[in-house]
C-alpha cells in the first residue's frame, strides 16, 4: 500500500479539532508515523504535501493563513490535541521566543472544514 494514503485515511479525519493545520505540523506528524509503523521513506515534505494534495479527503481544503505578529501559532490550531498517538514527540515550529514572533508568518497548510460541518449538524 501507498504509506501516503495510508497516512492521509489515519491522520485526516473528523476527530481533527483545528480550523488549520500547517504543512509544518503535517510533516512532523508524518516523520512520527514512519518512525512509529516502521516504515522506510525517503521523501521530501514538497512531495509529501504535493501527493497529500491530489489524495486529501473531503472535508479539507489546501490554503494559506498568517501567523499574527505576537503569536506562536495560528488561532484555530490545536497541537496538542491533534497530534495522533504515533506522532508523540511534541511539536516545535521556531516561533517559542518573543523574538522570533516580531514578524507575522503565512504558512501553508490545510484547512479543515469538519468543524463547520459539525456545528450545522448540531443546529439541525
Known sequence: ????????????????????????FVYHV??????????????????LHREIKS??????????????????IHKGFYPKEDLPPFASVAYAN?????????KPKNERGYYNHWPEYKKRRKRK
Open 94 to 102: 521556531g516561533r517559542a521566543t518573543p523574538e522570533k514572533q516580531k
Open 30 to 47: 508524518w516523520k512520527g508515523f514512519l518512525e512509529y509503523y516502521g516504515i522506510k521513506e525517503n521523501r521530501s515534505e514538497m512531495g
Open 1 to 24: 500500500m501507498n504509506p501516503v494514503i495510508d497516512f492521509v485515511s489515519k491522520f485526516f479525519t473528523d476527530e481533527l479539532t483545528s480550523e488549520f493545520i500547517p504543512n509544518s
Open 55 to 72: 489524495n486529501l479527503p473531503e472535508g479539507f481544503a489546501v490554503g494559506q493563513k498568517v501567523i499574527p505578529a505576537g503569536q506562536q
